[in-house]
């Protein structure tokens, strides 16, 4: 038994040795083992060039490599009695033949491309002519054409038939040959590393259930990368490829990072969405340009609008337009584009741009009715960036990375705090549409960490043993002082208090459930304060504003003039609904609350789940990542499933059901008043990331169970890193290919 598995095993070394030889002569070997193409960019505007015996059709070519495979051109009709043959040849400019054959007319395919064998060495940037003749034929044929700008690489020129230049060049493609690009070369290596360590690790890498996901994982992972690496990108500008090796870099971190503490068995959700949370979202903030995420200009600006106030300058002029510097007024970009991105990393990681420090008026002139709570991280940053003399792109940057840091240190102790689900916590955190939302200037960050922060807080008190104390519910007190006025439609979420067990705060139940009621009006006073007398809102954070109403200073004195012709408009009773005509129409409301689910539901999934990131909707993730999401949070839910010693009961979840619906419905309210009009029969402007804070009261639904459920986090630790690679790719792949 021993020599056969020193047989084995000595086979295989010397498969990993043949496999290793192999590899390592295909990397470093000159010879030609990669195709291309070079092909035409559309087909659907081809015209027909016609062409008969003793015409002369010549296509001057550039060929950027220096051995060609093929040659096809397209012929689009031909006249049914058309025979002979077509001596088709590439010479060079020396009008030297490099290649010529003849073709049987009755053998060319009609409305595709017709392929000839070339196989020929060429010098590469150098000028060719693809010609086309014939002595020995009958009838017409027609020959395709396309403009320049869908043509192919090769053929820019116009085609020239008989001595005339024509409008556009003929359709010609190529097939060619080369050497592998350092981008095959590495992803070669990588492969030839992996199936080494398969064939001589194979037992230790599958020593285990925890082993066998790992192994697994990074190696779907890896294969993810090594496609998108060979045929994802297209690197237009120099800083594309160093930008995705940082990118790559970014996953082999957090890889490692996970590998660690897993191999060290520390299976603390915390420490995992820190690494992940803090890297990925440094990713996003990066690769996302300025305001890709939603109403981020605005943000941005009301932010600028604090900072302003902290480092005591003059906040808006006159006309209430808010003071930026000079420099930070110039970026304004909100259909971002290859070049606009590219630009911006740049200037983010060279910061060679203008930093003008002059303030001037800005474009933003409105100011925004919420907690002055909301943009403290942000304008925290915006106001380090300035002291240190950034330019724009570092300075939006840093306000980015302030708000992320913010989130990272307010969840981190959410997890701790929670008794149970907090791996449900992490996966929620992993959802890219949260990244994004985190690692951008949206006031959202703020109420997603206080929306963690409060369902943490409150399931802990619900499950400790001992009674509540004061302090404890002095801390719950300005935990929802803070939270509630965050965002009103999430006011609902304070009255999940009464899931606090009142034996838990007091012997007698009066003195329980006022205690309740007591913090649900500190939530109704903090929305008094905020909304009504705008005490703490950043409607106080403005200068004076002192311009008049010019068209009124300009009519004053004037006597009032009638017109003898008059031009009535039939206005409507309700342009937008209001409170008033819902409660008239209720049907109204119902009706289009119901067709916005019928027609939007799946937009609503999939742009909760990151497949539309930020309002870029023309970016999207592939709708499998929202189907991996879903998989990552029941994962994490059977996980997390049967934990702590107290569940909340039935009544408990029933409750919860409803504050969430209740909260749902704040969210298709505010919509409805604002953004459509009563003979809408759906709801306009719901986005999918409203419902990012109702995922955060699912442990709420955990079942208590005696038995494990055989769930590990090692599953939901790699299906996480598998969708974050996944979800970064294709953010990258489509705005630097845009």
């Known amino acids: 038994m021993y020599k056969k598995k020193e047989f084995i095993w000595v086979i295989r070394f010397i498969m990993a040795a043949v496999v290793l030889v192999a590899g390592l002569f295909f990397v470093f070997s000159k010879k030609y083992f990669d195709t291309g193409y070079d092909l035409i960019r559309s087909f659907d505007s081809i015209k027909p060039i016609e062409y008969q015996q003793g015409d002369t059709l010549e296509q001057e070519m550039t ?138 690790g194979f037992e230790r890498l599958f020593l285990n259930r925890k082993r066998t996901i790992i192994t697994l994982s990074l190696t779907a992972d890896i294969l993810l990368i090594s496609i998108y690496f060979r045929a994802g990108f297209v690197f237009r500008d120099s800083l594309n490829y160093p930008m995705f090796v940082g990118v790559v870099a970014a996953f082999l971190a957090v890889a490692g990072i996970y590998l660690f503490l897993l191999f060290k068995n520390i299976d603390k959700a915390e420490l995992f969405f820190v690494v992940s949370t803090l890297i990925f979202g440094c990713v996003y903030s990066v690769v996302l340009p300025p305001y890709s995420m939603p109403d981020e200009e605005f943000h941005f600006a009301q932010a600028y609008r604090l900072s302003n106030m902290i480092m005591g300058q003059p906040i808006n002029d006159a006309d209430g337009y808010i003071y930026m510097r000079e420099c930070d007024i110039n970026y304004r970009e909100l259909c971002p584009n290859n070049s606009y991105t590219i630009d911006m990393i740049k200037s983010l990681i060279r910061g060679d741009q203008d930093r003008s420090e002059k303030m001037l008026p800005s474009e933003c002139q409105r100011v925004a009715a919420v907690p002055v709570t909301m943009y403290i991280p942000q ?12 330019n724009y792109a570092r300075l939006i940057f840093m306000s980015r990375l302030m708000s992320l840091f913010v989130f990272v240190f307010i969840v981190y102790w959410a997890i701790r705090l929670i008794p149970y689900g907090k791996w449900i916590f992490f996966a929620i955190c992993q959802i890219p549409m949260l990244l994004e939302t985190v690692s951008s200037c949206s006031y959202d960050t703020l109420i997603l960490a206080f929306a963690f922060l409060f369902i943490a807080y409150l399931l802990k008190l619900c499950t400790q043993t001992g009674r509540v104390t004061r302090r ?49 009006s500190v939530a109704a006073v903090s929305l008094l304060l905020i909304y009504k007398y705008s005490i703490g809102s950043m409607s106080q954070v403005r200068s004076d504003v002192i311009s008049t109403n010019a068209e009124a200073v300009q009519n004053a004195g004037k006597t009032l003039s009638l017109d003898t012709t008059y031009q ?85 979840r029933l409750w919860s059901i409803l504050m969430v619906a209740a909260s749902l419905f704040g969210v298709f309210l505010a919509m409805y008043l604002s953004y459509s009009k009563p003979e809408d029969k759906v709801i306009g402007g719901v986005q999918g990331r409203y419902m990012l804070p109702l995922l955060i009261v699912l442990p709420f639904f955990l079942k208590k169970n005696a038995h494990d459920n055989g769930r590990t986090s090692t599953e939901i630790i790699m299906l996480s890193l598998t969708v974050q690679i996944l979800s970064i790719l294709n953010i990258a792949m489509q705005i630097w290919n845009y």
């Not at 070339?118 to 403009?147: A, C, F, H, K």
């Not at 304008?379 to 950034?390: F, K």
């Not at 719950?476 to 034996?503: G, R």
């Open 568 to 652: 009535i408009a039939n206005n409507k009773p309700y342009l937008w609904p209001s409170l008033e005509y819902a409660i008239e129409n209720p049907l109204n409301l119902i009706e289009s609350l119901m067709g916005s689910f019928i027609v939007y539901a799946d937009e609503y999934w999939l742009a909760m789940t990151g497949c539309g990131l930020g309002h870029l909707w023309d970016w999207r993730n592939p709708t499998y990542i929202g189907i991996m999401i879903l998989m990552l949070l029941y994962i994490s839910y059977r996980k997390d499933n049967g934990q702590g010693n107290a569940i909340v009961s039935l009544r408990g």
């Open 63 to 200: 060929f950027a490599v220096d051995k060609i495979r093929s040659v096809g051109i397209c012929v689009v009709d031909r006249v049914y009695d058309s025979t002979g043959k077509l001596d088709i040849s590439i010479v060079d400019k020396k009008n030297e033949l490099i290649w010529q054959e003849l073709i049987d007319i009755g053998s060319l395919q009609l409305q595709s491309i017709t392929w000839f064998d070339v196989r020929q060495y060429v010098e590469p940037q150098q000028n060719y002519v693809l010609r086309i003749s014939s002595d020995d034929m009958t009838g017409t044929l027609y020959i395709g054409s396309v403009e320049s700008g869908n043509s192919s690489d090769a053929a820019r020129e116009n085609a020239i038939k008989n001595g005339e230049e024509l409008y556009d060049p003929i359709v010609v493609e190529t097939a060619f040959s080369t050497r592998l690009d350092k981008r095959m070369q590495i992803i070669l290596l990588v492969w030839v590393f992996v199936a080494v360590l398969y064939l001589l």
């Open 379 to 390: 304008a925290a940053g915006i106001t380090l960036g300035r002291l240190l003399h950034v």
């Open 472 to 520: 404890q519910i002095l801390v719950l007190a300005v935990v929802i002082f803070i939270f509630a006025p965050l965002k009103p439609v999430y006011a609902p979420f304070t009255a999940l208090v009464f899931l606090l067990p009142d034996q838990s705060i007091s012997e007698e139940k009066r003195k329980s459930r006022g205690c309740k009621i007591m913090l649900i």
